[in-house]
């Protein structure tokens, strides 16, 4: 076996030897392979330099696509599998140990351009062609009619030299001459030709007025006709072409022949599918994307009156924690399992499933059972989701929320629809997520746009429209009231009561969180003073307070607290801000600085949803958090009996490493008595979740207090 090439110039070439060979065998050139490869050399120069340039600049892809349209690579299959060994080989023999992704996104672009600057080089040779064509034709008419009355021997030339097919057939339709260039397109001699009349040549793809037009020409009611008409080879292979047909007459004006020019359009044709279908599919999934996605689904909504329709219109759950934390490469991988699964859903006629973009997916069906089909297109949808996806040694749960919109073809626009799916799909994630709801007009028409939300923020803060409901934390041990989570909500003049997935990142974007979060602390803080005041011991000892990121880097977060602490007479022991794991993750000192500070001051810092961010459990060392918060995923694993003994092994493990590090563990979505027994034996501290209390006001917080203390 030879040594792998050394040197760049090495690779470049043995990069330009493999392009060679797979592209030589569809190319039509008189060259040998060696020769061709030396054609191929300084295009595959250009692609390495394009490569690794500072900038990148498309014009070189695009001038290495049309120096293979010069070169005569101009087949299809010679596109595909040039396209094909850039991406295998470019950054493999040319990438000088660069950043990989990197290269291979820049590799990515230059594939792009050089199907660009390969279809623009087509498109102007197909013009140029064209023009000598439609020239030709206009010639060829002209010298065919004077040929048939003056000279055989003119017409001879013209005919017989012609780029372009000809072929001659009497009224009746028989083939009487063809040239050299039709029977080469057709693959066959001019005795199969002549066996054959031109109704023979019907294809299943051919329009309605084809022979309509062909009917009319004969009879003598029309002169010429243009068409783009397939025909079958004698291989069985397609042949397409611009067919124009003309009707020739005798001296006295009385029909007699017809006269067929044919341009064969078949490598233009499979180029323009192939742009075609790049330009409607998802380059990551394979899928239909938006664009092919809204023409069918306006195809549908434009049927006949008694269709019908269902659309399931799919988000991720935390997807944008896994890109955060694995990275976008991770978060491809996971996006094409997901596709494969949905695809997988939908194999029935009329389903189809498309990639709107990001982490959003549709479905859709049709028939007049559609208010079924859809259904049941979504259980299978969350089904199929439930089976771990593994991405880098990890698996991932998958997660997802669905809107549903079922209707009569007719009544709505496509974006009408689409947004009503949008709608129901936000209320499936405020419910809690991994689950599908049903779309209903009166709650589309209580639903806020983004706009709406963001413009209603300000005066909302002003006017007094948020409150703050209490879910309790409670001790896993002796199942008293250890504490409480503030969880602040949006009571909407017009909308009813929103939760924090609805307003808590639009604030984020407006910088609004800063004075939100500095009231939801304050208000917080003041119950808990009110607490302690009005029943002593018997009330919740600690208020949970959540921190947005942007919080995290506000510069008064410290002074603010203090302030709020000693305004209200409440000890900073009382007092635990949560923070996500994924806010945390590759933190530096600047930004760990002011949770240090208040954790030298005696309040406790939660490290909240951990397990999602997948940080390195060292950093923990590092961090100033005094309560581990684990996610409720850790929880959900728990419900079914037995649980799954690698799980079970994960959290005694995390809680085992928190208790050496002398960290407390909190876990949430408890929603049954085994989850709370089974993570109690596990030794967790603390936990909340609906099994205890849903979050509700102050009142019954302490209600709730008093009966575990009693009972």
Known sequence: MSAEPDGPEDRLRRFATIWSRAVFPVTSTSLTRPEFEQLLLPLARRLRVALLARAFDAEEGRAVGAALVRAHCTDPEALSRALDCVEAYLVLYCGEDGPQEELRLRSSRLQHAMAAGFAQALRERTLAEQEAIARAALQAQGVVAQALHASEARFRAVFEGAAIGIGIADLDGNVLQVNGALQRMFGGGEGAFRARNVKDWTHAEDAPQVWKLYDELVRGEREHYHVEKAFYRPDGTVLWTNLTVSLLRDADGRPQYQLALMEDTTERR???????????????????????????????????????????????????????????????????????????????????VARLGGDEFVALTTGPNARHEVDELAARIMNALLAPVRIEGRELTVRGSIGIVEGAAGERSAAEVLRSADITMYRAKSAGGNRFELADPEADARAITRHGLTTALPAALERGEFFIEYQPLVHLGDGSVRGAEALVRWLHPQHGILGPDRFIPLAEDTGLIVPLG???????????????????????????????????????????????????????????????????????????????????????????????????????????????????????????????????KIVEGIVSLAHSLDLAVTVEGVETGAQAEQLRILGCDTAQGWYYARPGPPERLHQLALVDSTG
């Open 518 to 648: 500095r009231w939801v602390l304050e208000q917080s803080v003041r119950q808990a003073r009110d607490w302690r005041e009005r029943y002593g011991d018997g009330g919740p000892l600690r208020i949970n307070v959540n921190l947005s990121p942007c919080q995290l880097t506000h510069p008064g977060l410290v002074q603010d607290t203090v302030d709020i602490l000693e305004r209200a007479g409440v000890a900073p022991q009382a007092l635990c801000l949560e923070v996500t794991e994924s806010a945390l993750i590759g933190a530096d000192d600047d930004l760990l600085k002011p949770l240090r500070r208040l954790a030298e001051m005696g309040v406790d810092i939660a490290l909240d949803d951990f397990g999602t961010g997948y940080s390195n459990l060292a950093n923990l060392r590092r961090l100033p958090v005094s309560v581990l918060k684990l996610d409720r995923s850790f929880t959900q694993s728990m419900q079914q009996f037995p649980a799954d003994p690698v799980d079970l």
């Open 270 to 352: 499979l180029l323009n599918l192939r742009l075609r279908y790049e330009a409607t599919h998802d380059a990551l999934t394979g899928l239909p994307n938006r664009t092919l996605f809204f023409e069918r689904l306006e195809k549908v909504l434009a049927a006949g009156e008694g269709q019908r329709f269902g659309l399931c219109y799919l988000d991720l759950d935390g997807f944008k924690t896994i890109n955060d934390s694995l990275g976008h490469a991770a978060g491809d991988r996971l996006l094409v399992e997901v596709a494969d699964r949905l695809q997988s859903c939908a194999t029935a006629p009329g389903e189809m």
